[in-house]
């Protein structure tokens, strides 16, 4: 299996492809070659990839970035980022400005405007008429709304900063996905000056006010930090979105139990939701900073190293019947948000807008079904956060 090229075909969007189960029965770890060309490990078994979240003998960064092999071209989660020497510190220092902006009190504050903007969105999928794209119309437009709301991006600004979030992740347009990169950076800049004549409750005043008492907060690490919040709290929460729904209507009687008590249900079933609902299998990149074992296997200091949280949520050893989507699942131990000091930031955020869009979406739509076979579904191949084109539905 050495040399196994990525990404991996799968049957439909709600499979991993069937060799993922194979290569995790023969060994945690197997090496394979990213879509950019360069070798890597692809980190499989569940406790594999706990410990790789954990363990701080990996990181984003490389001792040799101009020699770091690389995911893909993407500007964003493709190759080595932050200074070698100084990453772990930089990294638990940046982690804790950031982290009040995440914490309970902000996120019960948003939690009514998330309501209100599902509403919003739901009332536009309403206006467009039975058949509609709610990739297109809920899927897609909520988070950013959302993040945008927490990030404190101008409601007038929210369709540009939507559309640099769709080129961020691009992986087989390194061009386009730097230009998105470039034209975001200059973007920050103006937000952060706005922000400091005209501060208010969001992140980017946050970050704004931290450079007051700390020097190596420039706008260019304010830029860097928002960058990455943004493109991991919109695109990994709306292909949540998409793939909640094509497991929900996919199965006739799923559907039915959960339309019919989506309050008293909705919980355990976003984190089912959450468990599956991102099956592209590229893994998440990391760099080992000195040897490191696992299973028994020696990765190299330097090794790209792909950590892949849908294949250790789909482990047989740790979830039974792993492939079936099993609403009332407990213990639902899943690693959708990674682990360790590189735990998602914005967890609460996501868990948020899940439990409140869908059980909106079945009491405004309580006929809701597909309007296309999975197997007819256009997938999303040239991104990092896969998912699928469109979701057709009708009502």
């Known amino acids: 299996m050495s040399g196994l090229q990525l990404p991996l075909d799968r049957?439909?969007?709600?499979?991993?492809?069937?060799?993922?189960?194979?290569l995790r029965r023969e060994a945690p770890l197997v090496r394979v070659t990213t879509p950019a060309g360069d070798p890597a490990w692809l980190v499989l078994g569940y406790e594999a990839v706990k410990q790789a979240f954990t363990d701080p003998r990996f990181g984003r960064s490389h001792p040799d970035?101009?020699?770091?092999?690389?995911?893909?071209?993407?500007?964003m989660g493709g190759g080595a980022s932050g200074d070698y020497e100084t990453e772990q510190a930089e990294h638990?220092?940046?982690?804790?400005?950031?982290?009040?902006?995440?914490?309970?009190?902000?996120?019960?504050?948003?939690?009514?405007?998330?309501?209100?903007?599902?509403?919003?969105?739901?009332?536009?999928?309403?206006?467009?008429?039975?058949?509609?794209?709610?990739?297109?119309?809920?899927?897609?437009?909520?988070?950013?709304?959302?993040?945008s709301e927490l990030l404190g991006v101008p409601a007038a600004d929210q369709d540009h900063f939507s559309r640099l979030s769709r080129n961020l992740g691009l992986i087989d347009d390194g061009a386009a996905s730097q230009a998105a990169f470039g034209e975001f950076v200059e973007y920050t800049f103006r937000l952060a000056a706005a922000k400091r004549a005209n501060p208010g409750p969001d992140?980017?005043?946050?970050?704004?006010?931290?450079q007051a008492g700390d020097a190596t907060i420039t706008d260019e690490v304010v830029a860097q930090l928002v960058i990455a919040l943004l493109f991991a709290g919109h695109e990994t929460t709306a292909t949540r979105i998409d793939f909640g729904v094509l497991y929900l209507l996919s199965e006739p009687s799923r559907r039915a139990a959960f339309a019919a008590d989506p309050e008293g249900q909705v919980q355990s079933t976003v984190e089912?939701?959450?468990?599956?609902?991102?099956?592209?299998?590229?893994?998440?990149?990391r760099y080992a900073r000195e040897d490191v074992e696992i299973g028994g296997i020696t990765i190299s200091r330097g090794d790209l190293v792909l950590v892949s949280n849908d294949s250790a949520n789909r482990d047989e050893t740790v979830f039974a019947d792993p492939e079936e989507f099993r609403p009332d699942r407990k213990p639902n131990p899943h690693l959708a948000f990674g682990g360790g000091r590189h735990?998602?930031?914005?967890?609460?955020?996501?868990?948020?807008?899940?439990?409140?869009?869908?059980?909106?979406?079945?009491?405004?739509?309580?006929?809701?079904?597909?309007?296309?076979?999975?197997?007819?579904?256009?997938?999303?191949?040239?991104?990092?956060?896969?998912?699928v084109e469109k979701v057709l539905v009708r009502w």
């Open 272 to 285: 089912e939701i959450l468990r599956l609902s991102a099956p592209h299998g590229l893994g998440l990149v």
């Open 92 to 147: 638990a220092r940046l982690r804790t400005v950031l982290t009040p902006a995440f914490a309970a009190p902000r996120m019960r504050r948003l939690t009514d405007r998330i309501h209100e903007l599902t509403e919003e969105c739901l009332d536009d999928l309403a206006a467009a008429g039975s058949p509609a794209d709610l990739h297109e119309l809920v899927s897609f437009p909520l988070p950013a709304l959302a993040i």
């Open 203 to 210: 992140v980017i005043s946050d970050l704004v006010a931290a």
């Open 11 to 22: 049957p439909n969007p709600l499979s991993l492809a069937p060799q993922y189960q194979a």
């Open 65 to 75: 970035p101009a020699q770091a092999a690389r995911l893909s071209q993407s500007a």
């Open 343 to 387: 735990v998602c930031l914005g967890l609460n955020l996501a868990r948020i807008q899940l439990r409140i869009v869908f059980p909106a979406l079945f009491r405004r739509f309580p006929a809701l079904s597909l309007a296309t076979d999975l197997d007819d579904m256009p997938l999303v191949t040239g991104d990092l956060t896969g998912g």
